[in-house]
C-alpha cells in the first residue's frame, strides 16, 4: 500500500514487523499497540513470509530487521518489498549499526534506520517519520554519512568491502567478531560449504593470498567501523522530508 496510498481517514498506520526472533516481534508488537493509532496488521520472519504478509495485510509501513538468517538477508528482504511496491515506506531495525550497514540499508531502499538500543520512545518517534514520508536518522549517523560523502571513502579496504554482495558482508563482519566457519553456517542457517565459497569470493574481491590475511583484514575493519559509529544514543531521531 504504502504511505502515498494512505487516506486521510485512515486513523490507524498498519504495521508489518520482519525479524527473526519472536521475543523482538513480541516487544515491538507491545510496544507499538501501546499508542492508539498504530497497529500491527502482520508479522514475518523470513522471505517468503515477508512476500505473503505484505500481499496479505497490505501494511502501510514495514520494520525490518537486516539481520535476518537462512537464504536471503534482511537487505535483500527490503529490495524486494521496495520491488513489489515502490512507495512502501521501510524502517531498517538492527543491532547492526556500522556504518556500512546502514549505508546499505539506505541503498536497498530503506527510508529510516533505527538501532535495537534505542529507547522505546526513539523507536517510536522513527516509525512515525518515516511513515509520514520522511528519512529518519540518528543524528550522529546522519553527520557520519555527510561526513563521508564530503570527505569520500578511504583507498583500499572501503572502496573493497563496497564490492562485496550483502550476504558476503555479513559474513565477512562475522570474521571480524571472531566467528569460525561452522558457527557462521550455524548462526547464518546455511551450509558449512556455503560459507566457505563466500570465503573465497570475499578473497577474491579483496586480492586477499590466505585465510589468515582474510581474518585480520575483517578484524581491522570491525575494529574501524566501532570507532567510526559509537552506539546510537537514546537520542531524537533527525527527519529529513523524502523526495520519494
Not at 208 to 237: G, I, N, Y
Request: aromatic share 2%.
Amino acid at each position: 500500500m504504502g504511505v502515498q496510498s494512505m487516506r486521510l481517514s485512515d486513523s490507524v498506520v498498519q504495521i508489518l514487523i520482519i525479524d527473526e526472533q519472536p521475543v523482538t516481534r513480541l516487544g515491538l508488537r507491545v510496544l507499538l499497540e501501546s499508542e492508539t493509532d498504530l497497529r500491527v496488521c502482520g508479522e514475518a520472519h523470513d522471505l517468503v513470509g515477508a512476500v505473503q504478509q505484505l500481499k496479505a495485510t497490505s501494511p502501510h509501513v514495514v520494520i525490518a530487521d537486516i539481520g535476518l538468517n537462512g537464504s536471503a538477508c534482511g537487505l535483500d528482504v527490503i529490495q524486494r518489498l521496495r520491488a513489489a511496491d515502490p512507495h512502501l515506506p521501510v524502517l531498517a531495525y538492527s543491532m547492526l549499526d556500522d556504518l556500512h550497514y546502514v549505508e546499505r540499508s539506505l541503498a536497498a531502499g530503506a527510508i529510516g534506520f533505527c538501532s535495537k538500543r534505542e529507547s522505546p520512545a526513539v523507536v517510536l518517534s522513527a516509525v512515525r517519520q518515516v511513515v509520514a514520508g520522511n528519512l529518519s536518522l540518528n543524528e550522529d549517523l546522519t553527520s557520519r554519512l555527510l561526513s563521508r560523502a564530503i570527505n569520500g571513502r578511504r583507498p583500499g579496504l572501503d572502496s573493497g568491502v563496497q564490492m562485496l554482495s550483502n550476504r558476503e558482508l555479513e559474513v565477512f563482519a562475522l570474521i571480524g567478531r571472531g566467528l569460525k566457519t561452522t558457527e557462521i553456517a550455524r548462526t547464518l542457517k546455511v551450509s558449512v560449504k556455503t560459507i566457505e565459497t563466500h570465503r573465497l569470493r570475499i578473497r577474491e574481491k579483496l586480492l586477499l593470498t590466505d585465510s589468515a590475511k582474510l581474518t585480520f583484514t575483517a578484524v581491522r575493519w570491525v575494529h574501524d567501523q566501532q570507532e567510526q559509529v559509537p552506539v546510537a544514543s537514546a537520542m531524537t531521531p533527525m527527519t529529513i522530508r523524502s523526495s520519494a
